[in-house]
């Protein structure tokens, strides 16, 4: 069978327990941006929040944030034996709970503040939650994690900001997906 890349798509996170652990999500457009890649490249879209909810993959309930804690662990496991045979495409607010060997690219989307301070107001998150998600995209947080989780040459910034954002990095991330297989094929 051919080989295929795994692809991460990861944005905005917050440092605090809760919602990077919960399967709440920082409205990025990782979802949007993942499924449609899948149709267009034939990969399987993993979401991590689904994953979790489906398996009950969960350690504790975080009162704070209102939201069930990730097992990391089990995440893990639940999920080793589908990367290693590869076309996979995952989708989380996080990245630092996954193997480093299990991704050949890792997308970490932007949003500018005030649209996705309407995005997620637009949710119903307020108070705390809505400021700890704004307030780490400001940080970089996510990107920096990234960085420090796999090899920089491997990890980009995408923005994520409108219509047009969205086709230029399906186009760019399908034609990347179409050389890799060919480079390894
Ligand atoms: P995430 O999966 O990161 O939580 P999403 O894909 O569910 O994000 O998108 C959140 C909202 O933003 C949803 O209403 C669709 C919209 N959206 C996603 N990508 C967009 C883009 N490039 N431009 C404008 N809106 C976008």
């Given amino acids: 069978m051919a080989r295929r890349p795994n692809i991460l798509l990861t944005g905005a996170v917050l440092e605090v327990a809760g919602l990077r652990r919960g399967h709440g999500t920082p409205g990025v457009g990782k979802t949007t ?12 879209y993993v979401n991590i ?3 979790a909810q489906e398996g009950q993959l969960y350690d504790g309930y975080d009162e704070e944030y209102q939201c069930p804690i990730l097992d990391e662990d089990r995440v893990v496991d639940e999920l080793e034996e589908k990367m290693e045979e590869g076309g996979v495409i995952v989708d989380y607010h996080g990245c630092d709970l996954f193997p480093e060997r299990w991704f ?14 309407t995005r997620l107001e637009g949710r119903g998150y307020t108070g705390k939650k809505l400021q700890d998600n704004v307030q780490c995209e400001i940080f970089q947080t996510i990107y920096e994690e990234a ?10 910034q995408l923005p994520s900001n409108t219509p047009e954002d969205l086709e230029q990095n399906l186009e760019q991330i399908s034609s990347w997906t179409e050389r890799w297989m060919k480079e390894h094929n």
């Fill in 104 to 117: 050949h690219i890792v997308f970490v989307l932007r949003t500018d503040n005030t649209q996705l301070y």
């Fill in 49 to 51: 929040g689904d994953l």
């Fill in 147 to 156: 960085m420090e989780a796999y090899r920089e040459e491997i990890v980009h």
């Fill in 33 to 44: 941006l993942g499924k449609e890649l899948a149709q267009r490249s034939g990969l399987t």
